[in-house]
């Protein structure tokens, strides 16, 4: 890879990450806090004598998780190996980071509340998953309609 889609993939990476962490934070402070928003959870928000230091280090881990993910992307370009061996092994980078990224910014306090972290992170994953499988299904007909 060239040093130009290194640092491409690095920040379309952080972005979505970003972009990821911030959203779901939107539907748990909705979902969980009514009608006020908080960027994080009280625990680890309090953890910092400044808030906004404090919502800073969390956007550097939603771009670092972003950015990890992005590049554990790069497991599916083997085309010896299994797509659900790909698929397994990305999901597992997913999953370790998410759950170490969880663990830091204290998105739980309980066993169950891991739980639905993991859940979360599931479910975000098939989203996207889903998406992208659409999204290549429909750039594959179309270049079989080229062909034909």
Same mark, same amino acid.
């Given at each position: 890879?060239? =040093?130009?889609?290194?640092i491409g993939m690095a920040l379309l990476g952080a972005c979505v990450g970003v972009a990821i962490g911030t959203t779901i934070e939107l539907v748990f402070s909705f979902t969980f806090a009514g009608t006020? /928003?908080? #960027?994080? =959870? #009280?625990?680890f928000?309090?953890? /910092? =004598?400044?808030?906004?230091?404090?919502?800073f280090v969390e956007r550097v881990? !939603? &771009? %670092?998780?972003?950015?990890?993910?992005s590049f554990a992307g790069l497991l599916y370009r083997d085309e010896h190996r #299994?797509? &659900?061996?790909? &698929?397994?092994?990305? /999901?597992?980078?997913? *999953?370790?980071?998410? *759950?170490?990224?969880?663990? !830091?910014?204290? +998105?739980?306090?309980?066993? +169950?509340?891991m739980l639905g972290v993991i859940v979360s992170i599931v479910v975000t994953? %098939? *989203? *996207?998953?889903?998406?992208?499988?659409? /999204? =290549?299904k429909g750039e594959v007909a179309r270049m079989n309609e080229k062909l034909q």
């Open positions: 890879m060239k =040093t130009k889609e290194v006020s /928003f908080s #960027p994080g =959870t #009280p625990e928000l309090n953890g /910092f =004598t400044n808030s906004n230091l404090a919502v881990v !939603y &771009a %670092l998780y972003g950015i990890i993910c #299994p797509l &659900a061996l790909s &698929a397994a092994m990305h /999901f597992g980078v997913v *999953i370790l980071c998410g *759950i170490a990224a969880g663990s !830091y910014l204290k +998105w739980w306090s309980s066993g +169950w509340g994953y %098939l *989203i *996207i998953w889903l998406v992208t499988w659409l /999204f =290549t």
